[in-house]
């Protein structure tokens, strides 16, 4: 492909591999973009500062994050697009009544509603953070929040679906659910960054593997979808390549001719 390219990277189950790792292969993959003149992005439903290792691991400043509801640019910020507060304290009080315990996120920290759960400490256990949301009932009252973890089992997440349409939910863990602004995506943030850039579609590529993907790899030209990815993940997708535990973002990068 002539000319600079973008190319944005999911994290869980794409950058990084099962274990929350990442692979050498991959580590190289992007050093050999970089050094070919491409720009290396990331695109996650994760919250700037569960990601700022991995930033400075691999000197990446351009990023989509909150699943496209904070992107950043080359180290600044060029788009925000909150939660509706009082929409999300209503959905508060009902998850509340409900015993399905919140987490609030911006950008740069993470609280509870509650002191704490078994759910919130199965999921975000699964992140391998090496830290907890702290507790604070009021956070969201003075805060501008991107996203909110809703912590619910499987099966119980359509009495929010259909009562708080402010909102579009999306399920991570078998307990937790990713809430977003109603129309918010990966795809939205992206276009935010490649409008900007002026990098035309032929130009640019996606690697995801999880439901809040599915907009990116729809959007983004250039699609590939880990071999990790579910079946419906993969449908998204133009390309489909190996299992991120088998140096699948290289395989992947190879296949769509970024890599010899």
Same mark, same amino acid.
């Given at each position: 492909?002539?000319?600079?390219?973008?190319?944005?990277?999911?994290?869980?189950?794409t950058?990084?591999?099962?274990?929350? =790792? *990442?692979?050498?292969s991959?580590?190289?993959?992007? %050093?050999?973009?970089?050094?070919?003149?491409?720009?290396?992005?990331?695109?996650?439903?994760?919250?700037?500062?569960?990601?700022?290792?991995?930033?400075?691991?691999?000197?990446?400043?351009?990023?989509?994050?909150?699943?496209?509801?904070?992107?950043v640019?080359?180290?600044?910020?060029?788009?925000?697009?909150? *939660?509706?507060?009082? %929409?999300?304290?209503?959905?508060?009080? $009902?998850?509340?009544?409900?015993?399905?315990?919140?987490?609030?996120?911006?950008e740069? $920290?993470?609280?509870?509603?509650?002191?704490?759960?078994?759910?919130?400490?199965?999921?975000?256990?699964?992140?391998?953070?090496?830290?907890?949301?702290g507790?604070?009932?009021?956070?969201?009252?003075?805060?501008?929040?991107?996203?909110?973890?809703?912590?619910?089992?499987?099966?119980? $997440?359509?009495?929010?679906?259909?009562?708080?349409? %402010?909102?579009?939910?999306i399920?991570?863990?078998?307990?937790?659910?990713?809430?977003?602004?109603?129309?918010?995506?990966?795809? *939205?943030?992206?276009?935010k960054i490649?409008?900007?850039?002026?990098?035309?579609?032929?130009?640019?590529?996606?690697?995801?593997?999880?439901?809040?993907?599915?907009?990116? *790899?729809?959007?983004?030209?250039?699609?590939?979808?880990?071999?990790?990815?579910? !079946?419906?993940?993969?449908s998204y997708? =133009?390309?489909?390549?190996?299992?991120? !535990?088998?140096?699948?973002?290289?395989?992947?990068?190879?296949?769509?001719?970024?890599?010899?």
């Open positions: 492909m002539k000319g600079k390219s973008i190319i944005f990277f999911d994290i869980d189950g950058l990084l591999d099962h274990d929350k =790792k *990442l692979p050498s991959a580590k190289q993959a992007i %050093a050999e973009l970089k050094k070919a003149g491409h720009i290396v992005a990331i695109a996650t439903g994760r919250a700037p500062f569960m990601f700022k290792e991995l930033r400075e691991t691999l000197g990446i400043d351009t990023y989509v994050s909150f699943n496209g509801q904070y992107v640019l080359e180290g600044q910020t060029i788009y925000r697009n909150p *939660l509706d507060s009082k %929409a999300l304290e209503a959905l508060t009080e $009902d998850a509340l009544g409900n015993d399905h315990p919140v987490v609030y996120l911006d740069e $920290d993470m609280m509870s509603n509650v002191p704490e759960h078994e759910y919130i400490t199965e999921g975000i256990s699964t992140l391998k953070l090496g830290m907890m949301p507790h604070d009932p009021t956070y969201h009252e003075t805060r501008t929040l991107y996203q909110t973890l809703l912590f619910c089992p499987e099966g119980e $997440d359509a009495q929010y679906e259909e009562k708080h349409v %402010a909102f579009d939910f399920r991570w863990h078998p307990v937790s659910i990713d809430v977003l602004p109603k129309g918010g995506s990966k795809a *939205l943030g992206i276009e490649t409008t900007q850039l002026g990098i035309s579609d032929e130009n640019q590529y996606a690697f995801g593997d999880g439901p809040n993907d599915l907009e990116m *790899l729809s959007a983004v030209h250039h699609s590939v979808a880990m071999g990790n990815a579910a !079946d419906e993940v993969k997708a =133009k390309y489909v390549t190996k299992d991120v !535990d088998e140096d699948g973002l290289l395989h992947g990068l190879k296949m769509v001719g970024l890599i010899e």
